[in-house]
C-alpha cells in the first residue's frame, strides 16, 4: 500500500533518456525503470549516482513511470513485449506474482547478490521458492503516529493494550487536545486501524493469511480480524476525532500532528521525510506505535516492506545489472539513500545501521524490529485486497455502518476479486 499511496506524482523524469550523449567506448549502459514519487525518485537518483561514481565503466540511464495501476500496466506491458529496462523498481509482496516472474526475471536464488538482504525480506520477493529481487528502500511502519511533546506534557505512556489506548485518549480530550486524527477527505486514510491491526490478527491466528487467501477465513467470521473495524466504531462514538474529519485531508492531518493540536494519527511512517522541510521537528516531536491490541504480551507493529529492484530476463547486460543490485543490496547504497531520504523505518540489509539522527518514528520501529514484534501487512501475505476497503471503512468510522456489517461488506468485496483472479477455494 505504502508506495501504492505515495505515487501520485506526475510522470517525471530522472534520468538522460534517449537524447543521451554517446556512451564512451568500453563503457556498459544499463537502463533503469524507477516509481514517480519524490521518495521513490529520489532514492533511485541518490542509488544511481553513488553506483555510477564506484563504477565508472557503467552508465545507468533513468526514466519513470506512473503510480497505482497505471503504473502496474506499463510494467506488465513492458515485460510481456519484451521492451522493459534491464532493471526496474516495482512492489515486493503479493502483487509480484502478477508479473508472471518466472517468465520474466531473473532468478536470483542463491546468488551472491543476495548475501546482504536479511532473510525475513525474502519471502516477500519469492514466488514458487525462487527469489527475484533486492530492497529498495527502508521499511516503513504502520500504527498511531504520535506526538510526544503532547505525551510529555500530559505524562502518558505508550500504550500496549486497546484499553490503555483508549484511556490516553480520554485524558488527552480532557486536556482539551484532539485525540485523534481523521483526514476522510483523502478515503485512503481511513484504512489504517484495519490494515496496521495485521500484527495482532496474526498473533491470535497464526494462519489468517493463508487461510484467507484459499478462502476459508473470512473478516466477519474471525473475530482478530473484525476488530480493525470495532476500533474505527470505537473511536468514532467517544467522539475523539477532529471537527470536520470528514472533509479534513492527509496534509491538514499531518499538520495538526507535527504541530501538536492532535495526539494521535493512524497513519504510515513513510508520509513524513517530505514534512522535514517545513516542519524539522517531524524529526523528533513525532513517534510511532503499533495499533494495540488485548494483550500486552504480544504488542507489536505491522510492517510495510520496501519496494523491489529487479531484473528482466530480457537484459543483455546480466553482469552489470547483478552489480548494480549488489550496490543497491549492500550498507554502502543504503549510507547514500539515507543522505538523500531519511529513511522512515530501518533498512533490510545487514550491516546498515540508522544514523544517530534517524527520524524517531525510525527508532521506535528498529525497537520493533528488534524484538521480533512485527508482521508483515496482509498484502504482502495475500494477493486479495478489495478495491472497496476505503470506502467502506469510511463508513464504519463516520458511524454510518456498524463494524459488523462493515466487515461483512469487505468480505463479499474481496470474493469479487479472489474470483477474477481465478484462486483455488472460492
Known amino acids: 500500500m505504502a508506495m501504492a499511496v505515495l505515487a501520485t506524482a506526475a510522470l517525471t523524469s530522472c534520468g538522460s533518456g534517449s537524447g543521451s550523449e554517446p556512451v564512451a567506448s568500453g563503457t556498459v549502459t544499463l537502463s533503469f525503470l524507477t516509481g514517480s514519487d519524490q521518495t521513490a525518485v529520489d532514492t533511485s537518483k541518490a542509488l544511481v549516482d553513488a553506483f555510477m561514481k564506484a563504477n565508472p565503466t557503467i552508465k545507468i540511464e533513468t526514466e519513470t513511470r506512473p503510480g497505482g495501476s497505471e503504473g502496474d500496466n506499463v510494467i506488465k506491458t513492458r515485460l510481456s513485449t519484451g521492451e522493459m529496462t534491464d532493471v526496474f523498481w516495482y512492489n515486493s509482496g503479493s502483487l509480484l506474482q502478477a508479473l508472471n516472474p518466472a517468465q520474466t526475471l531473473v532468478d536470483l536464488t542463491g546468488d551472491p547478490v543476495l548475501a546482504n538482504v536479511q532473510t525475513d525480506y525474502l519471502p516477500v520477493v519469492t514466488q514458487e521458492n525462487k527469489v527475484y529481487g533486492v530492497p529498495a528502500a527502508s521499511l516503513t511502519g504502520g500504527g ?64 489468517f493469511a493463508q487461510d484467507y487467501t484459499a478462502g476459508k477465513a473470512k473478516f466477519a467470521t474471525t473475530p482478530a480480524a473484525a476488530t480493525g473495524f470495532q476500533h474505527l466504531a470505537d473511536v468514532h462514538a467517544k467522539d475523539y476525532y477532529n471537527k470536520g474529519f470528514g472533509s479534513a485531508t492527509l496534509d491538514q492531518g499531518l499538520k495538526m500532528l507535527v504541530e501538536g493540536k492532535g495526539a494521535h494519527y493512524p497513519m504510515l511512517s513513510a508520509l513524513l521525510p517530505p ?100 508482521a508483515p501487512a496482509l498484502e504482502f501475505l495475500s494477493p486479495i485486497k478489495g478495491p472497496s476497503l476505503e470506502q467502506i471503512t469510511v463508513a464504519v468510522g463516520s458511524g454510518l455502518t456498524p463494524p459488523a456489517e462493515g466487515a461483512a461488506q469487505y468480505d463479499k468485496d474481496v470474493e469479487k476479486q479472489a474470483k477474477q483472479l481465478g484462486l483455488a477455494g472460492w
Open 275 to 374: 514534512l522535514l522541510k517545513t516542519y524539522p521537528q517531524t524529526a523528533t516531536d513525532v513517534g510511532l506505535f503499533g495499533i494495540p491490541g488485548d494483550d500486552p504480551a504480544t504488542s507489536g507493529a505491522t510492517v510495510w516492506e520496501p519496494n523491489a529492484i529487479y531484473i528482466a530476463k530480457t537484459t543483455e547486460k546480466l553482469d552489470a545489472a547483478k552489480k548494480f543490485l549488489v550496490f543497491v543490496a549492500s550498507p554502502a547504497g543504503t549510507e547514500a539513500v539515507t543522505a538523500a531520504v531519511p529513511p522512515s523505518g530501518p533498512y533490510r540489509i545487514k550491516g546498515s545501521k540508522l544514523p544517530e539522527d534517524a527520524l524517531q518514528v525510525a527508532k521506535d520501529l528498529q525497537v520493533y524490529i528488534d524484538k521480533g514484534a512485527t
Open 144 to 207: 498511531i503516529l504520535y506526538n510526544r511533546k503532547v505525551y510529555e506534557q500530559l505524562k502518558l505512556e505508550v500504550p500496549k493494550t486497546w484499553a490503555e489506548f483508549m484511556a490516553n485518549n480520554d485524558k488527552i480530550k480532557a486536556a482539551g487536545i484532539t485525540p485523534m486524527i481523521g483526514t476522510y477527505k483523502d478515503t485512503w486514510t481511513s484504512q489504517l486501524f484495519v490494515l496496521a491491526d495485521f500484527h495482532n490478527v496474526q498473533s491470535a491466528v497464526r494462519n
